[in-house]
């Protein structure tokens, strides 16, 4: 029987995969789930060897059902000479294809956030994105032991095992991919990553990040579905208010921005956390028309915009906006009373900032 990898499990998954396939009985099960996703997320141990906690003949069992192998191991580590963001180009066990993991330094390099991706390449084609470039036959989603095994090898790099004062703060789902075609894997993942008895990330340290689709899973848009679901906060890739010139930057269907918005309502009234509205500050987005337009948007939805510089990398179709008219821009965004805040590029040395994540090495 092919072993179950221990990360693509839920708590709950474990309890029933201890109950029915290692035979431990009902009102031991919770104890010793909370047993292993302490030892295994909090002290980060190997093999169940290290399982002291458990007799050897049930070491020995769940040994034969369970694994414990990471999904992915490091290829290639680059680090920023100029602020210190880390990319981790990474090989999935299952097919030897890549995917890329960035940790991103606050100012002090004290902490750090992590972009984690969710799947190998992506499927949508934003033209502005280099992601969308790496070749369709390649692309796959990631399972959630794949998520999982890209925050496990960065907390091993920093050594960041403490139960407080995480030296990986925050988590953002915003690196290769759009959660909500991969929802399924994202939910184990951010259920493990949430569990006290885990790595206890509190539901505002992780944000999922999607274009907003219409997909639905069990009848639900997916969008109200993961704020029942996932309960975390909500980038919304935005990046065009105006709906006939965001499909040209982002042909990913037909999903309006009139359709969105009453879903992005929902999404604010179950969870009450405001939607972050991403927005790439290109030469033709950043005008006062489309300022115009956006303000409209965010008087329908509680959103902050967090403008975000452009590295135009080897596109030439897509030209980065001048500082002054991003000035103008922001300067009508707030004066309308909205939060708008401008997040500088890090990482752009070493192709690991926003919308440069293509598999690319060192050469
Ligand atoms: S911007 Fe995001 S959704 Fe669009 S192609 Fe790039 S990774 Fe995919």
Redesign the pocket.
């Known amino acids: 029987m092919e072993k179950k990898n221990f990360y693509d499990l839920t708590f709950d998954q474990l309890k029933e995969f201890l109950i029915e396939k290692v035979g431990i009985v009902e009102k031991q099960a919770k104890m010793r789930s909370q047993q292993m996703f302490n030892a295994i997320y909090k002290k980060n141990i190997k093999s169940f060897d290290e399982l002291t906690t458990f007799s050897l003949d049930l070491r020995e069992k769940i040994k034969d059902l369970i694994s414990l192998e990471r999904s992915a191991k490091i290829i290639e580590i680059q680090k920023s000479k100029n602020d210190g963001t880390i990319k981790f180009l990474l090989e999935l066990n299952k097919d030897k294809r890549q995917t890329e993991t960035v940790l991103i330094p606050n100012k002090s390099k004290s902490k750090y956030t992590i972009c984690l991706s969710v799947s190998v390449g992506?499927f949508?084609?934003?033209k502005f994105?280099a992601?969308?470039q790496i070749p369709k036959k390649l692309v796959r989603n990631l399972s959630a032991s794949e998520i999982m095994s890209q925050i496990m090898i960065c907390k091993e790099y920093l050594n960041d095992w403490k139960t407080s004062n995480k030296l990986v703060k925050t988590q953002v789902l915003m690196g290769?991919?759009?959660f909500a075609l991969n929802a399924e894997n994202v939910r184990t993942y951010i259920q493990n990553a949430k569990h006290k008895d885990s790595l206890d990330y509190g539901r505002t340290r992780i944000t999922v990040s999607s274009?907003g689709l219409g997909n639905k899973i069990k009848d639900l848009s997916v969008i109200e579905w993961a704020a029942r679901e996932l309960d975390v906060y909500f980038a919304w890739?935005l990046h065009n208010p105006i709906n006939k010139q965001r499909l040209e930057m982002?042909p990913n269907g037909n999903y309006s921005i009139d359709d969105l918005i009453p879903k992005f309502k929902k999404y604010y009234q179950i969870t009450k956390l405001p939607i972050f509205i991403e927005y790439v500050a290109l030469e033709n987005n950043i005008t006062k028309e489309h300022a115009n337009a956006l303000v409209s948007l965010m008087k329908k939805v509680p959103s902050k915009l967090n403008l975000i510089e452009y590295n135009p990398l080897d596109n030439r179709d897509f030209k980065p906006a001048t500082q002054e008219n991003i000035d103008i821009f922001s300067k009508i965004i707030q004066d309308n009373g909205f939060l708008a805040l401008f997040r500088k590029s890090k990482g752009r040395d070493i192709n690991a900032s926003c919308?440069s994540l293509a598999l690319k090495r060192v050469t």
Do not use: I, K, W
């Open positions: 992506c949508l084609n934003c994105c992601t969308a290769s991919g759009d274009v890739s982002m919308g």
